[in-house]
Each structure stands twice: as C-alpha cells, then as structure tokens.
C-alpha cells in the first residue's frame, strides 16, 4: 500500500491492461480504505475470534490442572508416556522415564498410562509409602493418563 501511494506513476501489468489507472487523489483514497480496512480487520480477530480459539482449548487445561496439583519444588516423573500433547504445557520439571522400576524412590508424583495403574497399585517399591490416583483425564483424543501421588498408606495417620 506503501508503495502504491509513493509511487509517481503507476502501470497496470499487462494482463490487468483493462483497468484504468487511477488518479493520484483516488489513489490515496484507496490506500486509506485499505488501511483502515485492515485495521478493523485485525480488530475484530484480535477481540473475537482469538478468545473463542482461546475457549476451545484442548491441552493447556489439562496441563494447569497438573500444574495446580504437583508443588513447584517437586518432579513429575511420566512413565513411558507416549505422545501426549498437554506436556509441553506443564511448567514442572518432567522427567521422562520408560518403566516404573527406573523411577526413583524419593519420586512423589507420576504420571502414567491406564495399563500401568493396577501394578503401581499393588506396587510395595516405596513401602511403607504407597501411590494412589489423584488426577484421571480422557483428552480430545481418547486417550487417558492418570497423576499418581506417592504418600503414606490410608490406613496410617
């Protein structure tokens, strides 16, 4: 728009040989539309369109969720957790692990898939400590992943 406007003269290309070209007042006129065209243009996105994408988030939820649940001065450990996409999300530190035996036994929160439930469960790694489920989440793509809290038993106080 710039340039349409500095430019002295203005050709048309030669596949376009059937518009005229207009004068050096309309020019301007048209330059401005287009500016103030524009202008509104982005207005409008950046005050309807980016709070409706920003409501239908699919992963930054579940990502502060996990955040409000872990201490900051803890570890999450995911146990082979293959793609999941609310992870780049998660402000706490994650350490990537493939077998829950590679977890260490000061570990208190970690993260795993549905089929690994049942044996950390029964698990005796961290006697007299046990895990238990603290946060269970199906995302947009079916799949479901459960945060585990490594804490005393129930039945000791």
């Not at 002295?8 to 059937?18: N, Y």
Request: include cysteine; charge should be positive; glycine fraction near 2%.
């Amino acid at each position: 728009m710039g340039m349409t406007l500095a430019a002295g003269e203005i050709r048309a290309p030669k596949w376009f040989r059937f518009a005229r070209v207009p004068s050096p007042e309309r020019r301007m006129r048209l330059v401005i539309f287009m500016a103030i065209a524009a202008g509104l243009a982005l207005c409008l996105y950046a005050v309807a369109v980016i709070p409706a994408l920003q409501g239908r988030a699919k992963v930054k939820p579940i990502a502060a969720q996990i955040d409000d649940l872990v201490p900051q001065s803890e570890a999450l450990y995911a146990v082979d957790p293959d793609y999941q996409p609310f992870l780049f999300y998660i402000r706490r530190r994650i350490v990537y692990v493939n077998r829950i035996d590679d977890v260490p036994l000061t570990a208190r929160y970690i993260l795993i898939q549905p089929e690994t439930e049942q044996p950390v469960l029964a698990s005796e790694r961290w006697a007299p400590l046990r895990a238990r489920p603290i946060f269970k989440t199906t995302d947009y793509r079916n799949h479901t992943v459960i945060l585990m809290l490594i804490d005393k038993r129930p039945d000791q106080s």
